[in-house]
């Protein structure tokens, strides 16, 4: 497979960032949260501007391709794309696999980052089963695109927090019951971020591999049209049909396939 980054750079225009992307410097990585490592680039002659001027320099804003790479996996070859969402400081991922630049509807997932279902095979909830699904499918379709959303542990709570909704869980709370116990919100996460990276892959038009109606409606508003929302449905088992029984009721995820287990569990 080839490395592209014309394709896939192809519709950068700058202007869902204000313009301040860069001219493709860091394309080697090496800063990170914005920070610079060691200041060999030009600072002289910016810190001598600063002190003629006595202004700071602009900060950066918006989010800033810095990395790709071959990366082949369990499911297919992807490319990864390294991104830097400079508003947060969150550093994100986009696994692209085949031509996504060339105008159709893509097959993509918006995946929420979930460290125990994705890397640990959490049963508690169907992440890690939906993200090897999209991977899956993608390589099978021959192109589309997987963006690995970080920041949105537990719906955008965290970490530590969602373990913490987890235990009131295992008390009988519901996940939404919970994040309200905590006095976290229900749903935090922003799909701005995934809406730029799309935009930046020169996708316009996508076929969303989701359940969840919110991120239908996310990407709509950032101008990413969505032709289809294909369903991503994983079979449930006992210890997490509590949980989708709860998304499908309370978050209004389109899970008509848990009518089927109605009679297997209470
Ligand atoms: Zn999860």
């Known amino acids: 497979m080839t490395e592209n980054l014309g394709v896939i750079g192809k519709r950068n225009n700058g202007q869902r960032n204000n313009g301040q ?133 537990g719906r955008g709570i965290g970490l530590l927090a969602k373990l913490r909704a987890m235990a009131l869980q295992a008390e009988g709370l519901d996940t939404v019951e919970a994040n309200l116990a905590l006095g976290l919100p229900v749903d935090a996460r922003d799909y701005g971020v995934a809406a730029r990276i799309l935009d930046d892959l020169g996708v316009t038009s996508v076929r969303l591999m989701s359940n969840n109606p919110r991120k239908r409606e996310a990407l709509l508003s950032h101008g990413i049209h969505v032709a289809e929302q294909v369903p991503l449905l994983i079979e449930p088992c006992e210890n997490n049909i509590t949980y989708l029984r709860t998304k499908r009721e309370r978050l209004d995820h389109h899970l008509p396939h848990l009518d089927a287990v109605a009679a297997h569990w209470p």
């Open 21 to 153: 992307r860069n001219s493709g410097r860091r394309s080697d990585g090496q800063e990170k949260n914005g920070q610079k490592k060691n200041g060999q680039e030009k600072d002289g002659q910016r810190n001598n501007c600063e002190a003629n001027t006595g202004e700071k320099p602009a900060q950066r804003s918006g989010v800033e391709r810095v990395v790709h790479v071959s990366l082949p996996t369990l499911y297919g070859h992807f490319r990864a794309v390294g991104y830097l969402d400079h508003d947060s400081g969150d550093e994100q991922v986009a696994l692209v696999h085949g031509d996504v630049g060339t105008g159709g509807d893509v097959l993509t997932r918006l995946h929420s980052e979930c460290l125990t279902g994705d890397a640990f095979g959490s049963r508690h909830c169907e992440c890690g089963d939906q993200l090897a699904s999209a991977l899956r499918a993608v390589a099978a379709e021959g192109s589309g695109v997987v963006v690995y959303l970080r920041g949105h542990e």
